[in-house]
């Protein structure tokens, strides 16, 4: 192990900056993140999406690093906020409104675009990001662009470089053939294989570093993916596809209650 790693396991105390319950949800491998999207600066929907998260017992709410929004939003939940960015100076300002976690990530939006992330790209942001604010607790999206070893490689790469939770992806990588729980299963494989694959390589090296599993899960994958070694579970598009504060409560809720159960942290794949 690196100096550099083994020094962040041993000091990795930028996550004991988040309010209590946080810290204990990720110990306790039951933390819930709504997603409502890096570039969704509609104040009605993300007011909607934080209501839900708020009521349906989610522990953040992960959004556009605006100040403005931030600030707003601060008035509709009281649930910790994160943000999400390709660009570091955005974050300062968005942690002087409020943000308590920040993180570089959420790039689903981007490649419809065309537009790609190279772990060379993330890495430098992640180091421009900790210049910038190296007191704030760092969440790094690894990109499923990446082929699964180049994954593991970079999010190796990124606990060294003070990260403080990988993010895994992968919901607009899968092509689900199948309607119902198959189709479901099918399309939150890619963040499931990037999460273990981390996971695994984490074990061996000792590294004690959270990983939230994201992008393309929904209630019936959520839980597969705590099982496939992550702490935490984010959840965009499986909440804002619906159109109304109650069904967006209900599923919330549903997944809460079985990130909460205890049997799913006593089991694990071996693969």
């Known amino acids: ?14 996550i004991n900056q988040l309010p ?10 039951s933390f819930l993140k709504v997603i409502s999207g890096l570039s969704n600066f509609n104040i009605n929907s993300v007011s909607l999406i934080s209501k839900a998260a708020s009521l ?4 953040m709410i992960d959004m556009a690093c605006k100040p403005e929004l931030i600030e707003l939003m601060q008035k509709v939940t009281s649930i910790p906020i994160c943000v999400s960015a390709v660009e570091p100076i955005l974050f300062v300002d968005a942690v002087k409104a409020g943000a308590k976690l920040i993180e570089i990530g959420n790039f689903d939006s981007f ?12 890495l430098n942001l992640t180091k421009e990001t ?3 604010l190296p007191d704030i607790p760092l969440s790094v999206t690894v990109p499923h662009i990446l082929t699964l070893d180049q994954q593991v490689d970079l999010a ?3 606990v060294a470089e003070g990260a403080d939770i990988i993010q895994t992806e992968g919901g607009t990588s899968s092509k689900p053939f199948s309607s119902g729980i198959k189709g479901c299963l099918e399309k ?28 393309g899960l929904s209630q019936v994958t959520a839980p597969l993916a705590i099982s496939c070694g992550a702490s935490a579970v984010g959840i965009g598009s499986a909440i804002n596809k619906l159109d109304s504060l109650i069904s967006m409560i ?13 049997l799913i942290k006593k089991k694990s794949f071996n693969i």
């Open 250 to 262: 209900a599923v919330i809720r549903g997944i809460k209650e079985k990130l909460s159960e205890p």
């Open 20 to 29: 209590q319950k946080v810290q204990k949800e990720l110990e306790t491998k």
């Open 1 to 14: 192990m690196s100096q550099s790693i083994y020094t962040h396991c041993i000091l990795m105390s930028l």
């Open 56 to 59: 349906g017992g989610a522990d």
């Open 188 to 215: 939150a494989v890619p963040t499931l294989a990037a999460t273990y694959a981390i996971n695994e390589e984490f074990v061996k090296n000792s590294i004690n570093c959270y990983i939230m599993s994201a992008s």
């Open 130 to 132: 900790k210049q910038l």
């Open 156 to 158: 190796m790469k990124l």
């Open 111 to 122: 490649y419809e675009k065309g537009i790609i992330f190279s772990a060379e790209q993330v």
